[in-house]
């Protein structure tokens, strides 16, 4: 701006309407009306029923209905760039989060939708009224003296503020109240109101931290606006701005959330000025007139030829002359409110990009034969009307319009936030995801204090990647982590993260467990009995009568030894003759004896380790091996999670390919009993598996599925419709999981929420997740030759191996 310019130029602060807050949730503006800011959580469509949505709608048509005349109310939807608190310290987690924040930044921007409600409580005339107590010149004279000389005026003008603002805070409370319970509300303090009031005036993103006493006009005045012929200047950043000139002929949910899903940081705001009915009566009254007798030409009505074959109807005029008559019938037996709308959309950034999406936000109006206007000379008025709290005369661009159309274009529906830090934990949440949006979501493990989670996906749709994903960013907890796997995709990991893998293969033998080690209690006794039982049944002996009385007692003598003597060796002579040939096989020199022959006394699974793994894959053919490991590995992990050395910390316990593991009946019952009890423990349980079968088509696997919250399902083109009532899902979400991107897209599923979360990383971040035994192959052969860092960039470059 040139210094001629510059000292023409008007004051920026006169044409912002704010005075200043009164308390620290009401704002009293210049021309004496009284307005309060809250923040919106949009509601997510994705799992909702199309009942659902329709209640949400026409509970918003209802509080928008129940609005005075005199107020107000206005969305503000917010698109801004994308901020990440960067973490501390050089740990694998630290360098992953990082990449992935750098990864994400410029691929996402944020959402954000606040409401305000603005009132005319008319202080002017209550002002005016006190002045004109007798009506007599000479009377008004001498009040003016005298106000000159005594506060008296200005005592009596804050106690109307006072009382106006009290019956204000309760009318935007019940208003507040009638959807909180589904768009939940946040009344904002002054403090965080002039914020997004100076983010309404500013450039976006300018930091703003004032006093928010009077002349908060002359604070909220950071930015300098300059106009140009065909696009405003704020602090030198190019404004677009669009506004609406007709509604959309037909209302339905969520009518511009292709508007609301644009990648570009804008601000919309939507005005609603509810009219009397008596005012709207007599606006729909004469546009029925006027169509009434626009059915047909002067000349048929010269002849009063109306409504005869002789003279033409004009079928346009008499449908909208019926959908008037519609129009009163909802304004005056259903209740639906009338009044003003004024839609405005401000698009900040570089022209480039700007006419870039000119095209786009016109083919989203058009779709609904809605007309909207790019402003030209009227920017300046357009921009500063999209203020609240601004004179009525000044909003130039309103339509007529229901409140039913009002909330149908309204920001009521929006992608899902997820939490950034996780209360159970008091720390930041696990991961981010993307969504549709192009918003981050963030992930918390825990809903409300159960982490509980069932991670479902088909071969090839990205269960192994997002496990490996989700686990590495869980090491920002510093948790236990146990895993129990079928297929050896965690082996790679392992490895690279210190941990210790245990691998229980006839072949290999090098996992050797000592069932007897575990501590000398009556729990341990039991547990034994019931081990040594299973044995028995593999080698075709079926316990009977006092059987597990004697088993139990054996059992407990055997303690009395030493611990380096409590084995199966020592345990099978004690029992009855008729029980040794079932044994045969689990002692001595029977074929599995090797596996449960230690003498160690020490537990089987180290807990000084972080990461734990068990891989059964080795022996997943051989049933009774499998069997009776994993029988007694399970006890094992439970100690491990309930000890209460370890009681305040967090411990993951991941069972991939879940499915094998809930065939057996007593492995789905102790699967069952840690769901139900492995929150008091601060633990988290999550079950993989690929098919909804395995869980659906299993006896007693609801009542796993029912500890479950949280369901991460990902891409299965020929999920059954039967696992619908399983799921808890309804067939809508059905047809959005089959249409999932595979190894990108997962439905994320919990009892109060659904949406869909995108799972892309970069080239660096690919090669440190992928389970492929191929590129599993190839990334140890890189890291043998370069180290991690280097590896991962010349495997992400796509050199060659």
């Given at each position: ?51 659902q949505i329709t209640h949400i709608i026409e509970r918003w048509q209802r509080a928008l209905s129940n609005l005075p005349p005199e107020t107000r109310f206005y969305w503000f939807f917010l698109r801004r760039p994308v901020t990440f608190s960067p973490p501390d310290g050089d740990t694998i987690t630290a360098l992953a989060k ?606 796993l599925l029912e500890s479950l919250p949280t369901k991460l399902l990902l891409s299965n083109p020929n999920l059954p419709d039967n696992t619908a009532a399983s799921l808890r899902l309804h067939p809508a979400e059905l047809d959005k999981i089959r249409a999932l991107v595979p190894k990108s897209e997962l439905y994320f599923r919990?009892p109060d929420s659904a949406s869909i979360l995108q799972l892309d990383v970069d080239p660096k971040s690919y090669w440190l997740y992928t389970s492929s035994p191929i590129e599993s192959a190839r990334r140890e052969k890189a890291i043998d030759q370069y180290g991690l860092e280097r590896a991962l960039q010349v495997l992400a ?5």
């Open positions: 701006m040139r210094l001629r310019e510059f000292h023409e130029a008007g004051s920026l602060a006169q044409e912002i309407p704010f005075w200043g807050w009164i308390d620290n949730r009401t704002c009293l503006t210049r021309g004496g009306e009284l307005l309060t800011l809250a923040r919106l959580t949009p509601a997510t469509a994705t799992g909702l029923h199309p009942d990082r990449q992935r924040q750098a990864f994400l930044a410029p691929r996402l921007s944020t959402a954000q939708v606040y409401v305000c409600w603005c009132t005319n409580p008319s202080l002017k005339q209550v002002a005016e009224a006190q002045q004109d107590h007798n009506g007599n010149w000479r009377d008004h004279l001498k009040g003016w003296l005298a106000s000159r000389k005594t506060p008296q005026e200005a005592v009596y003008l804050k106690s109307a503020i006072t009382e106006a603002s009290a019956r204000f805070s309760q009318l935007v409370d019940a208003q507040a109240a009638l959807v909180n319970d589904l768009t939940p509300v946040t009344i904002l303090t002054d403090k965080a109101g002039s914020r997004i009031l100076s983010e309404l005036i500013n450039r976006p993103g300018l930091p703003w931290s004032g006093s928010t006493d009077s002349g908060l006009n002359w604070r909220l005045a950071v930015s300098a606006l300059e106009g140009e012929r065909r696009f405003l200047r704020l602090e030198g950043e190019p404004i677009v701005l669009y506004s609406l000139l007709s509604p959309p002929r037909e209302a339905a949910p969520g009518l511009l959330s292709d508007l609301y899903r644009i990648k570009n940081t804008l601000t919309v705001t939507l005005e609603w000025r509810p009219a009397s009915q008596h005012s709207a009566r007599k606006t729909i009254e004469s546009a029925q007139s006027y169509y009434f007798s626009k059915r047909y030409n002067w000349i048929a009505h010269l002849q009063q030829k109306e409504s005869t074959d002789a003279a033409r109807l004009d079928t346009a005029a008499a449908t909208e002359v019926e959908r008037l008559g519609d129009a009163l019938v909802e304004l005056q037996s259903d209740g639906v409110a009338y009044g003003d709308i004024a839609l405005t959309i401000s698009l900040h950034g570089d022209l480039s990009d700007t006419a870039r999406l000119d095209g786009e936000i016109r083919r989203i109006f058009n779709t609904y034969d809605a007309k909207i206007i790019r402003e030209g000379y009227g920017q300046l008025p357009v921009w500063f009307a999209r203020l609240p709290g601004q004179p009525r005369s000044q909003q130039i661009r309103t339509v007529f319009a229901s409140s039913g159309l009002a909330a149908c274009l309204a920001p009521i529906f929006g992608p899902p936030a997820g939490q950034d830090h996780s209360k159970h934990l008091d720390k930041p949440a696990l991961a981010t995801f993307e969504t549709r949006w192009n918003t981050p979501y963030h992930y918390d493990l825990f809903d409300g204090d159960v982490g509980h989670t069932l991670v479902l996906g088909s071969t090839g749709s990205g269960k192994s990647f997002l496990l490996n994903f989700l686990l590495i960013s869980s090491l920002q907890y510093d948790p236990r982590i146990l895993i129990l796997d079928l297929g050896g995709s965690y082996r790679w990991l392992t490895r690279f993260l210190g941990g210790n893998y245990l691998e229980l293969s006839p072949q290999g033998q090098s996992l050797q467990l000592n069932p007897f080690s575990l501590p000398d209690n009556e729990r341990s006794y039991q547990f034994l009995a019931g081990w040594v039982s299973r044995l028995l049944r593999l080698g075709g002996y079926k316990t009977t009568g006092d059987d597990p009385t004697e088993l139990h007692d054996r059992i407990k003598d055997l303690y009395a030894l030493a611990p380096e003597r409590r084995t199966l060796d020592a345990l099978a002579p004690t029992l009855p003759s008729t029980m040794w040939p079932a044994l045969a096989r689990w002692h001595g020199s029977g074929a599995r004896a090797s596996f449960f022959a230690s003498s160690k006394t020490d537990a089987d699974l180290p807990t000084d380790n972080n990461w734990q793994v068990i891989d059964l894959a080795g022996a997943a053919e051989h049933k009774d091996l499998c069997e009776a490991a994993l029988f007694y590995l399970l006890e094992r992990l439970r100690l491990d999670i309930e000890s209460p050395h370890h009681r305040g910390r967090l411990k993951i316990m991941v069972v991939d390919e879940a499915w094998r593991f809930l065939k057996d009946p007593n492995a789905l019952a102790y699967l069952a009993e840690a769901a139900k009890t492995w929150r008091k423990h601060n633990a988290a349980l999550i079950l993989a598996t690929q098919s909804a079968t395995d869980i659906t088509g299993t006896d007693g696997a609801e009542v919990r470059q796509g050199a060659p191996q």
